[in-house]
C-alpha cells in the first residue's frame, strides 16, 4: 500500500496502524512520521507522568521511535502496533529507573493563593496534585496498570500485551490499586478538611470572674 493510498485511507477514518508500520518496513519514511503524529503525544503524556522533567520525557519518546526503528524488520503486523510501540517505551523506562537506582519520586505541589474568581483551577489543580501523590505510593506493577487502563483508556487486554503479564494477573493489579487509590485519596480528603476547620475557642469565659467570688 503506497502513503497516498493510506492518507487516502486515513481521511476516511479506517486507517491501521499495522499497514503503516509495513509500509515503512517496506522502505516509505513517510509512514512512520505518521505513526509519530499519531503516537509521540500520547507517550510524551505517559512519560511526563512517570519521569516527572519534560527533558527526560521528551528524550524517552525520541528513543523509544529509535528503537521501533532498529527493531522495525521484528514487527509482527498480525499483531498490533500500539502493544509494540509502548513495550518498548515501558523497557526504556525502566532502565531509566535502574540506572537512577531508586523509585521515581512525585514532588508534592504547593499551590499559591488565588482570588475567589481563580479559586475553582486552584482546586483542580490541587485535586490532580493529590491524585499524582496517591498514584506514587502504590506499588509500580499496579500504577502501571491503572496508568494504562484508566487515562490511556486502554483494555485489560491490551494492558497485558503491553506490560507482558497473564489478564488475570492484570485484573488482580488492576483491583488492589484502585481499591488502594480510593484509600489514599479518602484518607487525603479527610486530612485536608481536618487542615481547614478553625480551631476550636477554647478562651470563652476564661476570664469571667466565678459567681461567689464577687468583691
Do not use: C
Not at 17 to 22: I, Q
Not at 135 to 140: D, E, K, Q, S, T
Not at 195 to 214: F, K, M, T, V
Amino acid at each position: 500500500m503506497t502513503l497516498g493510498t493510506l492518507r487516502r485511507t486515513l481521511s476516511s477514518g479506517v486507517i491501521e496502524d499495522s499497514e503503516l508500520m509495513t509500509a515503512y518496513v517496506r522502505g516509505d519514511a513517510r509512514a512512520f512520521a505518521e505513526l509519530f503524529e499519531r503516537y509521540a503525544p500520547m507517550l510524551l503524556r505517559i512519560m511526563k507522568r512517570k519521569l516527572r522533567s519534560d527533558g527526560d520525557a521528551e528524550e524517552l519518546v525520541q528513543q523509544t521511535f529509535l528503537q521501533a526503528h532498529r527493531a522495525r524488520s521484528d514487527f509482527d503486523a498480525t499483531r498490533p502496533f500500539r502493544p509494540w510501540l509502548l513495550t518498548i517505551a515501558f523497557n526504556l523506562q525502566r532502565e531509566v529507573y535502574r540506572r537512577r537506582a531508586r523509585r521515581p519520586e512525585a514532588p508534592l505541589e504547593v499551590e499559591p493563593a488565588a482570588p475567589e474568581s481563580e479559586r475553582g483551577g486552584v482546586e483542580r489543580a490541587q485535586r490532580a496534585a493529590r491524585l499524582r501523590t496517591a498514584l506514587a505510593a502504590l506499588p509500580a506493577g499496579q500504577r502501571e496498570v491503572i496508568e494504562l487502563h484508566w487515562f490511556e483508556e486502554m483494555g485489560f487486554a491490551e494492558v497485558a500485551q503491553v506490560l507482558d503479564l497473564g489478564l488475570s494477573a492484570v485484573k488482580v493489579r488492576a483491583h488492589r490499586g484502585y481499591k488502594t487509590l480510593r484509600e489514599l485519596l479518602e484518607r487525603q480528603e479527610l486530612a485536608t478538611d481536618a487542615a481547614a476547620e478553625p480551631p476550636a475557642d477554647r478562651s470563652a469565659g476564661a476570664g469571667a470572674p466565678r459567681r461567689g467570688n464577687r468583691p
